[in-house]
Nanobody
């Protein structure tokens, strides 16, 4: 049984940084591509970043490109999202998701991810 659990959210001032972590439990973490999504109140869930099973490929939403960095440590079964230069519009619940894939191609579509965490709140004050 695969489970993913996010941590690291919190309240930060605009311009600040946070690092989110996503702990994966279950077998074969290195066979899963991982993604980060976010959902603000009254908005649809949106793609933030994704990383391939090996870490060799990454992809970002235009809104976070150059500010956020996704990475993974397969030895620790963990994926990270380093968020710098945070803006009030980054305020949302951030979700980690897992998608079984050993391809380098990445998906930005939530329905293609099988396992989801419960989310962690990120609030950026102006």
């Amino acid at each position: 049984q695969v489970q993913v659990v996010e941590s690291g959210g919190g309240l930060v001032q605009a311009g600040g940084s946070l690092r989110l972590s996503c702990a994966f439990s279950g077998r074969h973490f290195s066979a899963y591509a991982m993604g980060w999504f976010r959902q603000a109140p009254e908005k649809e869930r949106e793609f933030v970043a994704a990383i391939s099973w090996s870490g060799g490929s990454t992809y970002y939403a235009d809104s976070v490109k150059g500010r956020f960095t996704i990475s993974r440590d397969n030895a620790k079964n963990t994926v990270y999202l380093q968020m710098n230069s945070l803006k009030p519009e980054d305020t949302a619940v951030y979700y980690c998701a897992a998608r079984f894939s050993t391809l380098q191609a990445l998906s930005t579509t939530p329905r293609e991810y099988t396992y989801w965490g419960q989310g962690t709140q990120v609030t950026v004050s102006s």
